[in-house]
């Protein structure tokens, strides 16, 4: 029990700076405008911290790295939670390369920093995993809620933890995921109030975005899926809703990170919060109509 | 005010029928199984009562006629509140086809019975309007909630004022809808409680139809609209809301009928409650996408 909850602490901080980060960009050089120039920019260690404000426009994915054993139990995990786990990325077993977010992407250095894992503990933060890598290794890249709330600021539509200027508050839900193999474990949710007639189209512009969590999975009554008290997020930080306003909930990256670290994997490699892997697909792209 | 009330209790009476009519089939005949054939019996004062089951999967209007001197106000009225008043046809001045609707559909007598309006009372109920005919009348049909419901339904989504078999219940709201001319008056809602999940999904499935009132305009809350007590609605018959639900609301097709009485036009023509006007057009075609 202990360690479960040092486990789910360390997955918090992760998702944290993941999204408070996303709220300060730290680098708008126009060495930086496209997803490939920032890839180069990082391969070249010009850029060892957060990549919030890199290649405007471009998809920027959360990455994880499991040895092959436990991958394809992932892939189904992922296949079977589309909502939570949308994977816009996967490497064949030992190969650097995903093809399909950019052409000469190496997933061993085109991240900031990473985070080497062992038996659930962090051993190692480096800015590439070169001396990590191995044979059998599969990498798996998903979507993240950047995108989707890109699409909500083009469109005018308020979100509250940018205007307070905090991370979006997130919570364990009574609902349960899918398993698969060892995989398993509850659904995480992030919130954002908005008021009915915003919400109504903040569901049909995320409806666009099923690579990226897509629609809502819930609104309203947070009770309903196992949310007593919405003052208090179990990650990110409590946001105020309004009287006229209306919780409404997506599915959260937070779901497959802590459902790794739930199994304590004997190795595996994610991104170090806020330090994403910059694509070369537009989130535009990912708009299914 | 006592005018006006009388006025909106004519109003309610149709919505009702209509609605209420619209759950119980009462013609299943081969005859009737498209648009065309349900429209011809009619035609032949084969059926002279509600058009409940008739033509299944093909669209039935509200119809409303106006002389001209209102029609363009009229008009103007509806393409400004396009969510209430979703134009689906209209007619030339005089003309009574709406080749859009039906190839050789004759507004004057296809449908099963009409109302005939003078300084805001029926002063006949008539199986068919040639002898009011006049060379100024432009005919409306506005699209209805019963096509958008039958995607619903298509989709396992449960319709509560069908499970209750009573019909729709209905509300004023305090919000006013965009004045044309002398039409002005509140937005009307139809309500209908889903749990969270359906109530997403709705939204997603009557996004599509635009053109039969398309997606709600509000969700939960009904206080923020003006409704003081969801139990007791203006028109229709109120239903349970369970603990794991939140009301859901479309705009509704009794505001233009109730902005049209409220004008109290020196003549007008409507369709009879529950005899609507069966096209040639299905329910399918109208969905965007």
Redesign the interface.
């Known amino acids: 029990m202990g360690q479960n909850e040092v486990t789910l602490k360390v997955t918090v901080n992760m998702q944290d700076q993941i999204l408070t980060s996303a709220n300060k960009p730290r680098a708008t050089a126009d060495a930086l405008s496209t997803g490939r120039a920032a890839r180069l920019a990082i391969r070249r260690n010009q850029h060892t911290g957060s990549t919030a404000g890199f290649a405007p426009g471009f998809v920027q994915a959360n990455l994880a790295i499991l040895p092959q054993a436990l991958a394809s139990d992932f892939l189904r995990f992922c296949q079977r939670n589309p909502k939570p786990c949308p994977m816009i990325g996967v490497s064949a077993p030992g190969d650097p390369a995903i093809p399909a977010l950019g052409d000469d992407l190496d997933i061993r250095t085109d991240l900031p920093r990473y985070r080497v894992w062992r038996d659930g503990t962090v051993i190692d933060e480096p800015t590439d995993i070169r001396k990590w890598w191995r044979d059998d290794l599969v990498s798996f890249a998903l979507g993240c809620s950047l995108s989707f709330e890109q699409a909500l600021l083009d469109e005018g539509i308020e979100l509250r933890h940018m205007t307070c200027d905090c991370t979006v508050p997130m919570y364990r839900t009574s609902v349960e995921t899918n398993a698969a193999g060892p995989f398993h474990g509850p659904l995480v949710v992030s919130m954002r109030p908005m008021k ?2 915003d ?2 189209r903040a ?2 512009i995320t ?1 666009r975005f099923p690579s990226v969590h897509g ?7 947070p009770e ?1 899926i196992g949310i007593k008290d919405i003052g208090r997020p179990d990650w990110g930080d409590a946001v105020p809703v309004h009287e ?1 306003e ?1 919780p409404v909930f997506w599915a959260c990256g937070v779901t497959p990170q802590s459902v790794i670290m739930a199994v304590r994997p004997d190795f595996c490699i994610t991104h170090y919060p806020g330090a994403m892997l910059v694509t070369d697909r537009r989130n535009t792209e990912f708009a299914i ?1």
Do not use: E, N, S
Request: charged share 10%.
């Open positions: 009915p007639a919400a109504i569901i049909q409806t629609a809502p999975v819930h609104i309203g009554k309903l006229d209306i109509m």
